[in-house]
Structures are given as C-alpha cells and as structure tokens.
C-alpha cells in the first residue's frame, strides 16, 4: 500500500505536468489535525482547472494514479443533479487499498462551494489564485449553539414523530417503524447529544459525520445507550429501542435545556412518552386507542 507521502508526490506531479491544471487542493479528514489516522483515511483531492471537457473526454488520463478495484462517477448519476462543466470527479478504490475522491473544478466553483470550508489545505498554486488561505482547522464543523427557537423545535419534532413509531410497532409494519426510528428520531436524538457535548466544550468541538467523535466527549453509558437503540427488526426490541430513544432525549434535553436557560415543555414530553407507552400496551385487535 503506498502510503501518504508516495500518494501526495504522485497528485502534485501530476498537476505540475500538465498544464490545465492550475491549482491542487486537498480537503477532509486528511487536513484535520485534530482526527484520527488510519489506513482508510481517503485522499480528496481537487484539481483547480480552467474547464473540465478535456479531462471528461480522455477516459484514460486517470490510469496513471494506480491499478483500479472498481471506481464511480458521482456526476453522471442519472437522478442527482450536477455541474459537469464545472465540477467533475472520479471516485477510485485501487487495488492498493488507497482511496482517491479526486474531482477536476473551475476556479469560480471552488471559490463557491469549496472554499468556504475550513477543511482546505492548497498543496499547489501556479497563479495565486488562494493567497492569504489560512491553515486548515476544523472550526467550520463546530456544534453550532442553538437558540430557544431551534431548541423548542426540535424537541416538539421528536415528541411529535413519535407518534409514528408506535403506530408503526403497533400495526407490526416494521420497516415503516424502522425508518421513524432512522431516519426521524435518532437524528433529533444525535442533534441532541451533540448540543450536550458542544455545550460541556464551549461550541468549539466537531463530532464528526454522524457523531463518530461523540465517544470522546460524552459518559460512556449515555454513548453505549445511543447505540443500544440500533436493533433487529423485531417488535418486541424496537419497542424497547423507542423506550430508550425517549429516556436519553428527555434526560439529555432536560440537562441542555437547564444550562442554557432554556425553557423546555415538559408536559409535551409526557403526554407523548405517555402516549407511547399506552400504545405499547395496546392489544393488536382493540377498536378504539383510549
């Protein structure tokens, strides 16, 4: 596997070599100081070209980064909307075991969309186009403080949705009742958590894609409650995987709340934790809820 320095000299040649490329920059965990290393950490790199034709039509000028497993072109999915004039990319696992996320964008585009974020580290400028860039830091990826309005939403957005679960459970549809839980309720819960640790370290943290990071900064027991509440598709765990998603966002919405002088509706969370529970007890064939 050819390591970090071997993998770098090889995208800076490359850009030194061919004319159209202009600038060379790299982004993600790769110029945080801060995260982790290991040996699937990716390379996303960004050539900073004056158009991006030339490289789309030559399909071949991407073999001399290494002997390919299998790769994607983000661009040309058929549903997802893209720029190709403008950004273009080549995502490629080598038989190496390397990872290089590379994409070909005009400098207008990185100024637009790359650049605003912290993670971004030029490795090579022919024309100065980023002069002044301060070094990489992760301070765009901070926990942002929430106000009493954002606070207050998000907790009536989890007691309400989890009036899905039950009725989800309730019913038996368990892939419905699995995608409340997903895709509704433990997100809240994760914004939650991560408020609660921003909070403990002055909003000067990042807990990383999907609270990766939270393990540093949270009590061991409230993390390995969180991932309890992964399950099974099967009723009687994710009934008690609802219990427990209740339990940790009230406990922990109750403590931010508290130290951030916010007001938090309480009653709300009753009622619908109380809901909950009464549904749980529900037998299958009743006729009416109450």
Known sequence: MRNEQQMLDLILST??????????????????????????????????VGETGSFRQDKGWIDRFGQRLYMQYPEDHPVYPSDKEHCYGWLIQFA???????HVSTADWVLEHDAKDSLFTV???????????????DSAHWVQKPDQALFSAECNEFWWCLNNLCKGL????????????NDLL???????????????????????????????????????????????????????????????????????A???????????????????????QLPRDAKEIF
């Open 123 to 137: 490795l090579l400028d022919k024309d100065g186009i980023f002069a002044g860039r301060k070094p990489a830091d």
């Open 96 to 102: 190496d075991g390397n990872r290089l996320d590379l």
């Open 170 to 181: 309730w019913r038996g549809e368990l892939s419905y009742a699995q995608w409340c839980m």
């Open 186 to 256: 433990r997100p809240l819960l994760l914004e939650m958590l991560s408020w609660k640790a921003g909070m403990e370290q002055n909003f000067h943290i990042s807990v990383g894609k999907c609270g990766k990071y939270l393990p540093n900064y949270l009590e061991k027991s409230l993390w390995e409650g969180y991932l309890s509440t992964f399950c099974p598709a099967e009723q009687g765990e994710m009934w008690a995987a609802g219990e427990t998603l209740c339990d940790l966002f009230h406990q922990t919405a109750t403590e931010v």
């Open 258 to 280: 508290e130290k951030l002088a916010f007001s938090y509706d309480v009653t709300e969370a009753q009622a619908s934790w109380g809901f909950f529970r009464h549904v749980r």
């Open 15 to 48: 850009a030194r070599q061919d004319e159209r490329i202009r600038a060379v920059i790299l982004e993600g965990s790769r110029t945080n100081p801060k995260a982790p290393r290991d040996i699937f950490q990716d390379y996303d790199v960004v050539y900073v």
